[in-house]
């Protein structure tokens, strides 16, 4: 089983940027996608961004433009860079490997003046 760490959350300003990063227990993360999520209060839990086992990433479009996911395979993270926060970006984010269907606990990010 592969575990899942989030760090990096908290409050923002609208426009400002945070950085949230998931790492992973076990040697086996490079083999695997990773994926961030969201889920904003009464809603349903969204797609954010992915990153292939390549890196090769894609994005939901609601951040495209402002979001960047990476990976650092040898430090066994996944790293997603937000940018130009916008207050309907305030949601839980979570991480998850597909092939383990591991996910994180969560991480709560405020975007608000």
């Known amino acids: 089983q592969v575990q899942l760490v989030e760090s990096g959350g908290g409050v923002v300003q609208p426009g400002g940027s945070l950085r949230l990063s998931c790492a992973a227990s076990?040697?086996?993360?490079?083999?695997?996608?990773a994926t961030w999520y969201r889920q904003a209060p009464g809603k349903q839990r969204e797609f954010v961004a992915t990153?292939?086992?390549?890196?090769?990433?894609n994005y939901a479009d609601s951040v495209k433009g402002r979001f960047t996911v990476s990976r650092d395979n040898a430090k066994n993270t996944v790293y997603l860079q937000m940018n130009s926060l916008k207050p309907e970006d305030t949601a839980v984010y979570y991480c998850?490997?597909?092939?383990?269907?591991?996910w994180g606990q969560g991480i709560q990010v405020t975007v608000s003046s």
């Open positions: 998850h490997l597909p092939r383990f269907n591991s």
């Open positions: 076990g040697r086996m993360f490079s083999t695997s996608a």
């Open positions: 990153v292939g086992t390549r890196g090769i990433a």
